[in-house]
């Protein structure tokens, strides 16, 4: 079954340090996100990406945040200069359509801890 | 922002229970509702996705059912086994604006053998 696949599953970085997620989603899927859940949290939408640009973001998406597609098969989310509390598990997913009906496959995360 | 809420937080119970868990939403503009099963080191995993009042989903023993009118779903486990121990997470979606859903906190399942 096609897996929406996530690289490192665990990334340490010191604060103020720059980090890049990766995400592979399933190849024919046209819409990804991410996502992510402090942990005791509820998982929190951070942004949409359709047709190579950021369709949606929330609160959370702040300048510190962005989101690359660069080869047509990954998918990044960058933190330029990280907090301690953007310590959290990084859920990337992706949908054939809008998600609304599809349902999304998930990533099995990355675990961004900021000492 | 939705008020997704799920009850209860955890949930312990033995090999052959049956159980059941509850995910309030708003019911004003409803749109859709997904259940996600969540395991341990594990990618959350899609169960059903859910629009019409009245729906009634099934999977395996597992089954879900959907009332928008008072904002509410109900997932059952019939004879819990312990490979259903997971953290069961419910999204709801709204239409007029983002259709971009809103999770719970999840409800934690435990099956002890």
């Known amino acids: 079954e096609p897996e929406v696949t996530q690289t490192p599953s665990h990334q340490v970085t010191q604060m103020g340090q720059e980090v890049i997620l990766r995400c592979v989603p399933i190849s024919n899927h046209l819409y990804f996100y991410w996502y992510r859940q402090i942990l005791g949290q509820k998982v929190e939408f951070l942004v949409s990406f359709y047709n190579n640009e950021i369709s949606e973001k929330s609160e959370i998406f702040d300048d510190q945040f962005s989101v690359e597609r660069p080869d047509g098969s990954n998918f990044t989310l960058k933190i330029r200069s990280t907090k301690l509390e953007d310590s959290a598990m990084y859920f990337c997913a992706s949908s054939e359509g809008e998600g609304l009906i599809y349902g999304y496959t998930f990533g099995s995360g990355t675990r961004l801890t900021v000492v | ?113």
């Open chain 2, 1 to 113: 922002i939705l008020n997704v809420e799920q009850s209860p937080q955890s949930l312990h119970v033995q090999e052959g229970d049956s159980t059941n868990f509850t995910c309030s939403f708003p019911s004003s503009n409803f749109y859709a509702l997904h259940w996600y099963r969540w395991e341990t080191a594990k990618s959350p995993e899609a169960l059903f996705v859910m629009t019409l009042n009245g729906d009634e989903k099934k999977k395996g023993r597992i089954s879900a059912t959907l009332n928008t009118k008072e904002g509410y779903s109900y997932l059952y486990i019939k004879g819990s086994q312990p490979e259903d121990s997971a953290t069961y997470l419910c999204a709801s979606l709204a239409s007029g604006g983002s259709y971009i859903p809103t999770f719970g906190r999840g409800t934690s399942l435990i099956v002890h053998p």
